[in-house]
C-alpha cells in the first residue's frame, strides 16, 4: 500500500490515515487547533442545526481521570481531549428565545440525524487534523460512563456524550495503516448481494490475516463461558472444538469472545433506555405526543417560571410544607427533618404507621412536563437509597418517597411507598438511578393505583400583574 501512487495529497492521506495511540508532548498551537476545530464544525449536518457541542480538555487532572476511567492509559498523553456531544440544549434555548415550536428531544428521527451529524463533525476534524501533521484515536468506552462523564463536564439535560477523540503530535513515525475490507465486499451494485460462506471467509481472512491468537487456558474459560452464557452448551462445545482443530483462537472468536464479549454487549439495554430519558432524550417513552403538547401551552392566566438556585430552594421547601399539609389534614403528625435523608417524618396515632418520606421537589417548564423526576442516585459512594433506608432504621419509619413537580399551570403531587415503587415502577434491572416517569402513560397507571396518593393543585393567576 506504502509506494501506491495518488492522484493527490487528499487521497493520498486518507488511505494512509490510521489511528494513534502514541503522543509526543508537544503541544498543539492554538491556530492549529482552531483550524481543525474550524474544519470538524464546517462537515454537512442535518437542517444545518449543528446539533453538537465540543468539549475541549486540556486540563491533565481531568485526562488522567478519563484515563483511568476508561482504562486506556494513552488518553492521558494526549494534549488535547475532545469530548464530541449531541447537544439539542443549546437548540431548544435558541427555539424558546425565538417563540418557535420545539420537539427534537423527543424525536426519534432527529436523535438519529443529530447522531449522525455528531460523528460527521468528528470525523472532518480528525481529517483536517491528520493533513497538519496530528494524529488522533477515538475512545468509545465514554458510553460505560454516560452519567459520570455527565456530572464530570456539567452537562445539561439535552447534552448526550458520544465520543472521545485524543489528539496530539504522533510520538515517533506514524502509526502504520490497517487492513480493511476491499471494496468488492463492501460495495454492492444496485441492490444487495448475498456473498458465498467462503467468500465471506476469505474476506475476513485477508483483512485479519496474521492475527490468529495463541490458546491460553484463560482465554478458552473466558470463551467457553461467554458461549455457554448467550448461545449454551452444544454452541460452546463445537467452538472449543473448532478453535482444537485450528489450533489457535480465530478473530472474531477473539472479537466476540474475549473483547467485545457477545454477553456483557448484551447488558445494560434496558439501564440506557433509562439513562437516555435521564439526558433528556424521551422518544421511545413518549405516546401521543401531540395531544400531550397541546395541553402544554401556558395558558394566557399563568405566569412563567424563572429557574435559579434560590427559586430551587423555595420551591423544595413549598414541596415539603405541602405534603406536611395533606398529610397533617389526613390525621397525621407530621415533621420536617433536615441532614437525615428523608425530609418529612409523618405518624398516624391511630395505626402507628410512621413514614420517612423524601420529596423531590421540581419546575417543568411548558412542554417538559413529562419529563422523569429522578429519585435515588447510585452513583454517590453513599447511594441515595441506602442513606434513606439508614435515616428510616434511625427513626424506626418505612421509606416512601414523594413527588413535588410545578408547571406554569398546575403541580402535582405523589406520594408512595419505597415499596410501591419497587414494585410497581422501578424495573428489576441495575440502574444508575432510580425515576419518577411522569408520562401520559405512567400518570395513568398512578391513577390506577390506590397506593400511589396524588394532588393536583391549578393555578389560575387572576390578578397578579406586576410592573406592567
Ligand atoms: C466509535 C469508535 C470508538 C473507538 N473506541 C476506541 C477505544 O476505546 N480505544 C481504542 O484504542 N481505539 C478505539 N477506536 C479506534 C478503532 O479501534 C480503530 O479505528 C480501528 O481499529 C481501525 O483502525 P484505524 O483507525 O487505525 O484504521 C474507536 C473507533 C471508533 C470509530
Not at 453513599?382 to 439508614?390: F, N
Request: charged letters at 30%.
Amino acid at each position: 500500500m506504502k509506494d501506491r501512487e495518488y492522484p493527490n495529497q487528499m487521497t493520498k492521506l486518507l488511505m494512509e490515515r490510521a489511528s494513534c495511540r502514541s503522543f509526543s508532548e508537544e503541544k498543539i498551537p492554538p491556530d492549529v487547533l482552531r483550524l481543525v476545530l474550524e474544519a470538524g464544525t464546517h462537515a454537512p449536518n442535518g437542517w444545518n442545526l449543528q446539533p453538537y457541542s465540543i468539549i475541549k480538555i486540556e486540563n491533565d487532572e481531568t485526562k488522567q481521570k478519563l484515563a483511568e476511567m476508561c482504562g486506556q492509559g494513552f488518553i492521558s498523553q494526549a494534549p488535547v481531549l475532545l469530548l464530541f456531544c449531541i447537544d439539542w440544549y443549546r437548540v431548544e434555548r435558541w427555539a424558546r428565545l425565538s417563540v418557535a415550536p420545539f420537539t427534537a428531544t423527543r424525536s426519534f428521527r432527529h436523535f438519529w440525524i443529530s447522531f449522525q451529524d455528531t460523528i460527521l463533525c468528528a470525523q472532518n476534524l480528525c481529517t483536517a487534523a491528520d493533513s497538519m501533521g496530528l494524529g488522533s484515536v477515538y475512545v468509545g468506552a465514554v458510553v460505560e460512563f454516560l452519567a459520570d462523564v455527565r456530572d464530570m463536564f456539567q452537562l445539561p439535560q439535552g447534552v448526550l456524550p458520544v465520543v472521545l477523540l485524543c489528539l496530539g503530535y504522533p510520538k515517533t513515525t506514524r502509526p502504520q495503516p490497517q487492513r480493511k475490507l476491499s471494496v468488492d465486499v463492501i460495495v454492492h451494485s444496485e441492490r444487495y448481494r448475498e456473498m458465498e460462506d467462503q467468500e465471506i471467509i476469505d474476506a475476513f481472512g485477508e483483512k485479519y490475516h496474521g492475527q490468529e491468537l495463541e490458546i491460553t487456558e484463560e482465554r478458552l474459560e473466558t470463551i467457553t463461558e461467554v458461549c455457554r452464557e448467550v448461545h449454551g452448551e452444544e454452541f460452546a462445545r463445537r467452538c472449543l472444538a473448532r478453535i482444537d482443530e485450528n489450533g489457535y483462537i480465530n478473530r472474531a472468536q477473539r472479537d466476540f469472545g474475549l473483547e467485545c464479549r457477545a454477553d456483557s454487549m448484551l447488558e445494560g439495554n434496558e439501564r440506557y433506555l433509562g439513562l437516555m430519558e435521564e439526558f433528556g432524550f424521551d422518544w421511545f417513552e413518549v405516546e401521543d405526543e401531540i395531544a400531550e403538547l397541546h395541553h402544554a401551552q401556558v395558558g394566557e392566566s399563568n405566569v412563567e417560571i424563572i429557574k435559579g438556585s434560590r427559586h430551587q430552594k423555595i420551591i423544595g421547601d413549598f414541596g415539603e410544607n405541602l405534603i406536611c399539609n395533606w398529610l397533617s389534614r389526613s390525621g397525621f403528625e407530621v415533621a420536617l427533618v433536615d441532614h437525615t435523608g428523608i425530609d418529612v417524618v409523618a405518624y398516624h396515632p391511630p395505626t402507628k404507621q410512621r413514614l420517612g418520606i423524601t420529596v423531590k421537589s421540581r419546575t417543568r417548564d411548558v412542554g417538559k412536563q413529562d419529563e422523569s423526576v429522578n429519585l435515588l442516585s447510585y452513583q454517590k459512594v453513599k447511594s441515595d437509597r441506602v442513606k434513606l433506608s439508614d435515616a428510616c432504621n434511625a427513626f424506626a419509619c418505612e421509606p416512601w418517597i414523594a413527588v413535588y413537580v410545578e408547571t406554569p399551570e398546575y403541580a402535582d403531587v405523589y406520594l408512595t411507598s419505597l415499596e410501591n415503587f419497587d414494585r410497581e415502577y422501578r424495573g428489576g434491572k441495575a440502574k444508575s438511578i432510580d425515576t419518577w416517569k411522569m408520562t401520559k402513560k405512567y400518570k395513568e397507571r398512578y391513577e390506577q393505583d390506590s397506593n400511589v396518593k396524588h394532588i393536583r393543585i391549578e393555578f389560575h393567576a387572576t390578578n397578579w400583574e406586576w410592573f406592567g
